[in-house]
């Protein structure tokens, strides 16, 4: 019998390893007890409460939106923007780069407050809106879903774009010079060329946004009310004013169900469909 | 012979299948391609030899349509192809890396531009067939790229830029990348299969041997211009300038100063003795003087020849058919005979040997 001897990559995991089980799992775990435990015992009471109340739908239709448009937006955005990073040389890039990363220190809190001034009906967004005419009088912006997903993409807008950027910078140049001397146009050679091939970015940065706009919670609380419930605003109600701990481990749980399948589908996606690329 | 003139490239003439016609490029403040001509019969295969940043590169990407030139006019079947982007060009490039689509078999690699023309499923695949089977890749139409070899990349890439085609085929050191012995063996078979299709070809490389087995005719590039527009021999035998001579081959050369002039060949007294080539230049001119490798011989007692010369031998380096003499030679010159291996074996550095050789074989350039 050979006992097992400790390698270099279980060393180097180790503290990691020990960390996540004692900071993640075990939590996790009560989470999961939580849930399934029912004042008559073990049951999925709580599960068939949420999910048989329209509310609990209404809910997670709320979260599942919000997340969806974000990450539209953020993708229908960020592509270009990864576009023109990639393209970019020298200082344009380095000055994209930072206004896209810089951000990321300023804190949810204070991006999503800050958007409370700016789209407040006699905020900034409003006043431009009246002054150059494009509307008669300030729109309704704040607590609506528009103004939601706005604070929302701006916030989570830089993990749409990397993940891009990162595939679509190791793209060969050479390869869309091919494409253009077998005929192809320049809408075909994005078509057939560069989208594939940055597919993995675009489903990383799908798979990223996603998960953290599904569960986001400030931005909503700041931007929506407490007339708007999300899965993460009603967790923390459950658990904050309600102290119905049976509610709250189960949306818990239901969002966590929703973030492990976003992860398992963009890493079957990433990888199904792929070849291994050329050397 | 063109000696002295700094160049000799063919004006274009109205015939010609492509016509390069006073192409000029520059970025920034270096100028790449210089009032460039070139004529390229069809059916003709070419190579643009010079070394990196000579422009050939440059040149190429120009007639694809991938870069703009700053002046001039390329034209292509009597069609102007100067404002037409390349994907309205119909010219077939073969990139140096390849450039093969990572995301795609070898099948859809190769019917890449026949879907991009927006042609029926069955003629695509006919086409993928054919193309695939003329590189001898039939088997490998379901593959992904990642799994072949280098050689077998290389024979994809050209199996799609023929797929479609091209009116013009243009080749970016398409074998650079592959190991010498392979290289050789697909120099061969790329000859072969471009004379076959009877298409027209414009090579890119730095590789000597490689212009000297692909071509027709060799179009010698340096500092964006070509210096030298021949057939493999004229090339080798007759460079028009001393960078042809330097570039193409080994040679012999030696510094002097023209002491008599006899119609179309002149004597110079050089550092070896006076040496009589083929040249036009005054009395008292600087003149380089040259000749190939091949062309000397060190047989004691030879036959009688022009020129003559006692030489040390530096340097005996046996290369398996042939034997390759490095004499001792003053700074400057250069001093180097080629011999067919076994004649000379006993040879040792050291060694005085009368080297001899015509005054037909030698080359007289003004310095």
């Known amino acids: 019998m050979t006992g097992w001897r400790p390698t270099a990559v279980s060393l180097l995991a180790a503290p990691a390893t020990v960390y996540l089980l004692v900071a993640f799992a075990a939590p996790l775990l009560l989470l999961l007890a939580t849930s399934v ?3 008559s015992g073990f049951g999925v009471g709580a599960y068939v409460r949420f999910f048989t109340d329209p509310f609990g739908w209404k809910v997670l239709g709320n979260s599942l939106r919000a997340a969806g448009l974000t990450t539209a937006v953020c993708l229908l955005v960020g592509y270009p923007v990864a576009a023109a990073l990639t393209r970019a040389r020298g200082a344009v890039q380095i000055l994209l780069l930072v206004a896209l990363i810089l951000p990321l220190s300023v804190g949810a809190v204070v991006k999503a407050f800050a958007w409370t001034i700016l789209l407040r009906s006699n905020g900034v967004v409003n006043q431009a809106l009246v002054a150059t005419g494009l509307s008669a ?7 609506t879903e528009t103004g939601l997903v706005l604070g929302a993409v701006n916030i989570f807008l830089a993990f749409m774009v990397l993940p891009i950027y990162s595939v679509m910078r190791q793209i060969d140049p050479r390869l869309l010079d091919a494409a253009a001397t077998l005929g192809s146009a320049p809408l075909q050679r994005f078509l057939r060329v560069t989208l594939p091939l940055t597919m993995p970015g675009v489903v990383a940065g799908v798979a990223f946004v996603f998960s953290m706009s599904v569960s986001m919670y400030v931005i909503p609380t700041l931007l929506m009310g407490d007339r708007y419930q999300t899965l993460s605003t009603l967790i923390a109600r459950s658990y904050l004013f309600m102290r119905d701990r049976s509610l709250g481990s189960t949306v818990a749980v239901a969002l966590l169900a929703i973030a492990v399948l976003v992860v398992v589908a963009s890493g079957w996606l990433a990888r199904g469909p792929r070849r291994a690329p050329a050397s | ?3 002295g003139h700094g160049g000799l490239s063919e004006a274009p003439r109205a015939s010609a299948y492509l016509e390069v016609a006073g192409v000029g490029k520059r970025f920034r403040d270096t100028v790449v391609i210089d009032g460039l001509d070139l004529a390229v019969e069809a059916g003709e295969l070419i190579s643009l030899l010079g070394p990196s940043g000579c422009g050939k590169t440059t040149l190429l990407r120009i007639i694809a349509g991938l870069l703009p030139a700053d002046r001039g006019a390329i034209r292509l079947d009597g069609r102007d192809l100067t404002r037409l982007p390349a994907h309205r060009r119909n010219v077939g490039v073969v990139f140096q890396n390849y450039a093969l689509f990572p995301h795609l078999t070898v099948a859809d690699n190769v019917a890449f531009g026949l879907r991009a023309r927006r042609r029926p499923a069955a003629e695509v695949a006919d086409a993928v067939v054919r193309a695939l089977a003329l590189v001898q890749l039939d088997e490998y139409a379901g593959r992904p790229i990642g799994a072949l ?3 077998q990349q290389q024979r994809v890439a050209v199996a799609r830029a023929l797929a479609v085609k091209p009116g013009l085929l243009l080749l970016d050191e398409p074998l650079s990348a592959l190991d010498r012995k392979l290289r050789e063996v697909m120099q061969i078979e790329l000859r072969h299969l471009l004379r076959h299709l009877g298409i027209t070809a414009v090579f890119v490389t730095h590789d000597q041997d490689e212009a000297l087995v692909m071509s027709d005719r060799i179009a010698v590039m340096n500092a964006g211009r070509i210096e030298q527009l021949g057939g493999p021999a004229e090339i080798y035998h007759r460079p028009a300038t001393p960078f042809v001579l ?13 002491v008599g002039t006899d119609g179309d060949e002149v004597v110079a007294m050089t550092a070896v003795g006076a040496l009589r080539g083929r040249g036009r230049a005054p009395m008292g001119a600087k003149v380089m003087v040259a000749v190939r490798p091949e062309r000397i011989s060190v047989e004691p007692g030879g036959q009688a020849a022009a020129n003559r010369a006692e030489l ?10 042939k034997l390759v003499l490095h004499f001792d030679a003053p700074a400057g010159d250069r001093a180097v005979a080629e011999l067919a291996a076994g004649a000379a074996e006993k040879l040792r550095p050291g060694d005085v040997v009368t080297a001899r050789w015509s005054a037909a074989d030698t080359l007289v350039f003004p310095r």
Do not use: K
């Not at chain 2, 330097?246 to 023209?258: I, N, T």
């Not at chain 2, 031998?313 to 398996?320: C, E, L, Q, S, T």
């Open chain 1, 37 to 39: 435990i029912t004042p």
């Open chain 1, 137 to 143: 009088e300030p729109v309704r912006l704040l607590f």
């Open chain 2, 1 to 3: 012979m063109g000696q």
């Open chain 2, 149 to 151: 070899s280098g050689g």
């Open chain 2, 246 to 258: 330097d570039f193409v081959g080994l040679s012999s050369r030696f510094h002097g100063e023209v």
């Open chain 2, 312 to 321: 040390t031998v530096r340097d005996a380096v046996f290369m398996g058919s």
